[in-house]
Structures are given as C-alpha cells and as structure tokens.
C-alpha cells in the first residue's frame, strides 16, 4: 500500500507491530536512516529474497528507499512471499522531513 509520509509516519506511531524497512544502497544509507530501520539492499537480487525470508511475515513493514521505486517493488515482492502488511514510503528519503540518523 502507498502511502504518503504523513500517512506514513502517522500508522508508524500508532502501530505497535511495526518493523521499519530501508532497501536501500549501503551508500545510500551512509548519508542517513530513519531510526529503527533495518536495512535490507533490493540490489542484492536473490539475496534480498533470503534475507526477507527470515522475517517475520505477522509484522507490520514499513519500507522506504530514495524516491519509492525499489521500496514499492520490494513491498510488491514482500506480498508475493505472503507477508499482508506492506506499507510504501511514497517520495521515499529523499523527501523525508522527520527524524534521521547517520
């Protein structure tokens, strides 16, 4: 599901299931991360796949990257791999205006 960041950040607060996820690049996260967030690069193909796999499919995703390509795609694959609960940082980082870490 696509959301906007208001919307976004708003089911994040009240969500106590919740389990942040960054597809991004390690460089990409070198220039910061929304806190809590797990980093899990799509780029890495197969490997993402695994690396998915090994969560827990009952908790609540919600999934960013730079812009809202990847992370849709990765939410998108998430479903097909029978996780129901992925939520879509539409702008993605690059337009996020809450709390970062680096």
Known sequence: MNLSQSEWTQRLSEDDNAVILDVRTPEECAEGIIPNAINIDIYKGQGFI???QELDP????YVYCKAGGRSQQACNIM???GF???YNLMGGFMNWEGEKTV
């Open 50 to 52: 695994y690396a998915v």
């Open 58 to 61: 009952n908790k609540n995703y």
């Open 84 to 86: 129901e609960n992925t």
């Open 79 to 81: 479903n097909e791999l």
